[in-house]
């Protein structure tokens, strides 16, 4: 199959490999030249990695738009509109929509299937899949075993997705019809990986870290049942599992932007230093607004919320958490 990625990022190329590993055709789009420029060298733009010759970039989205009707989105979710917008203004074929973006918009809670139902007029959405779960680009770059999930209101299209990327050396795919759930899921656990690397920051050790990991699927699956998907789905990989992988990690941006949250380091700043996407900040903003409009109980991310956009020093962020009413765990 001919396949279209939009975004070249340490994702997307990532996943052009795979794609590629896989028997299929790949055209990368993305809006940085150097990016293009160095997938079209067989460079990866963020790893130290050969790609296969065969794997090839563009600066066009035309070019990309016409290569195929089945477009991957790799951008960060702040970008998904936008490029959506410009998509749906050049495209004239019923096209499949897969996402690998985690994130939710914050001014409008939406999750980014409904920005792709929002964005591409009907006669050209054939469908939409989301396929996530734990999987940091530089272990699949490297062709280390993952597990991924793929979910579509479309059985058949979660079936096809999961051939398409499934291979028997290192990438199995599971198929759930929980398409909500797994979105959420995706988004909710930069949230709390960001909590995460702010209590190792702030100097605190593994306890914190399993309590914060722990919390945080009670807090994902508030917000999974709140927003229509099964509680089910973040016992699974692309809740717990992609929990564990991005709150416990160094490999992980939005862990390691917490972890300079925790030391003190202005977000500007952290934005300005790290070059690639942080969804959980963004997605701890998206989780604030929720939890207000919702009335859900999302102590952790609206401690972050306040360290982050209201200035509250983390020390006394955890101070707050720590002195509320004391409580059963019973579920
Ligand atoms: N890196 C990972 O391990 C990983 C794994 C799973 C999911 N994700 C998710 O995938 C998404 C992308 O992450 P990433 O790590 O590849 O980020 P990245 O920052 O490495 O890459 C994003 C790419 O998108 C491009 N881009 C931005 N705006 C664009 C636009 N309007 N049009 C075209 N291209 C545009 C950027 O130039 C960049 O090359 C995020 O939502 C992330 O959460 C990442
Ligand atoms: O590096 P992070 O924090 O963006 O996490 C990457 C993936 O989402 C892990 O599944």
């Known amino acids: 199959m001919n396949i279209s990625i939009i975004g070249g990022g340490a994702w997307g190329t990532t996943l052009g490999q795979t794609l590629h590993d896989n028997g299929h055709r790949v055209l990368i789009y993305d809006i940085n030249p150097k990016a293009v420029e160095k997938i079209n060298n067989h460079f990866h733009p963020f790893f130290d990695t050969i790609l296969p010759d065969e794997v090839v970039a563009t600066t066009s989205l035309k070019e990309v738009i016409d290569f195929s009707n089945y477009f991957?989105?790799?951008?960060?979710?702040k970008a998904v509109r936008s490029v959506l917008k410009e998509i749906n203004e050049v495209l004239n074929k019923p096209s499949v929509f897969i996402n690998v973006s985690k994130g939710i918009e914050p001014q409008t809670l939406k999750r980014v299937s409904e920005i792709v139902e929002e964005e591409i007029d009907k006669k050209n959405l054939e469908g939409f899949v989301v396929l996530t779960g734990p999987s940091h680009a530089e272990e699949v770059i490297l062709r280390k075993l993952t597990l991924l999930v793929s979910s579509s209101k479309d059985q058949k299209l979660s079936e096809q997705i999961q051939l398409i990327f499934s291979n028997e050396q290192y990438l199995r795919v599971y198929t759930s019809n929980d398409l909500i759930g797994c979105e959420v899921g995706g988004a909710v656990k930069n949230a709390?990986?960001?909590?995460?690397?702010?209590?190792?920051?702030?100097?605190?050790?593994?306890?914190?870290?399993?309590?914060?990991?722990?919390?945080?699927?009670?807090?994902?699956?508030?917000?999974v049942e709140i927003m229509g998907g099964k509680k089910e789905t973040a016992y699974?990989?692309?809740?717990?599992g992609d929990l564990i992988v991005t709150a416990?990690?160094?490999?992980?941006r939005n862990f390691t932007a917490g972890k300079k949250i925790g030391q003190g380091i202005p977000?500007?700043?952290?934005?300005?230093?790290?070059k690639q996407t942080i969804e959980g900040i963004r997605t701890i903003e998206a989780m604030y607004h929720l939890a207000k409009e919702y009335n859900v109980e999302l102590p952790m991310i609206n401690a972050?919320?306040?360290?982050?956009?209201?200035?509250?020093?983390?020390?006394?962020?955890?101070?707050?958490?720590?002195s509320r009413d004391l409580k059963s765990e019973d579920f």
């Open 72 to 77: 991957i989105l790799s951008v960060p979710t």
């Open 192 to 223: 709390i990986a960001v909590i995460s690397g702010a209590c190792t920051g702030l100097g605190l050790g593994e306890n914190a870290r399993a309590a914060v990991i722990t919390r945080g699927i009670i807090e994902i699956i508030r917000v």
């Open 236 to 240: 699974g990989l692309t809740g717990i």
């Open 248 to 252: 416990s990690s160094e490999n992980s």
């Open 267 to 274: 977000v500007d700043q952290i934005y300005a230093e790290q």
């Open 304 to 322: 972050a919320y306040d360290i982050i956009f209201n200035d509250l020093p983390v020390k006394e962020a955890l101070q707050n958490l720590l």
